[in-house]
């Protein structure tokens, strides 16, 4: 079999502080290591949550996204929570805004969409 887990998932941001603060003292991700890139001109972020690693981009030079959530690429990343309308008001209380709760049409259970602090779409599913 090719593989039975995903080892990371890389998303780029524009904003190293606004980002680390989003991922780390809101999401509650810690830092593996930090890397400054001069010569690609980013840094790179390492980040870790439970058994998951996000690694984190950071430049002034990528494009915008296009549309959402349907560009090409990345969709949406998920979280797994036990109650989304806890999550709701704990984002919230944490300046996030989050979309009306909806409910999966496949499984039937409760999920929304919030976003970070560049317009990446994010979920958080029961």
Do not use: W
Request: hydrophobic share 35%; proline share 6%.
């Amino acid at each position: 079999m090719f593989s039975q887990q995903i080892h990371h998932i890389a998303i780029n941001a524009s904003n190293y502080e606004k980002s680390k603060h989003f991922y780390v003292d809101i999401l509650g991700f810690s830092v593996i290591r930090e890397n400054v890139r001069s010569e690609k001109n980013d840094i790179k972020l390492d980040l870790k949550l439970g058994t998951h690693e996000l690694e984190l981009f950071v430049s002034d030079v990528f494009p915008k996204r296009p549309s959402y959530p349907e560009a090409l690429g990345l969709r949406h990343l998920a979280f797994k929570v036990t109650s989304v309308p806890d999550t709701i008001t704990y984002l919230e209380q944490h300046g996030v805004a989050c979309e009306p709760v909806r409910t999966d049409d496949f499984t039937g259970e409760r999920m929304t969409f919030f976003f970070d602090p560049d317009g990446l779409p994010l979920e958080i599913h029961e």
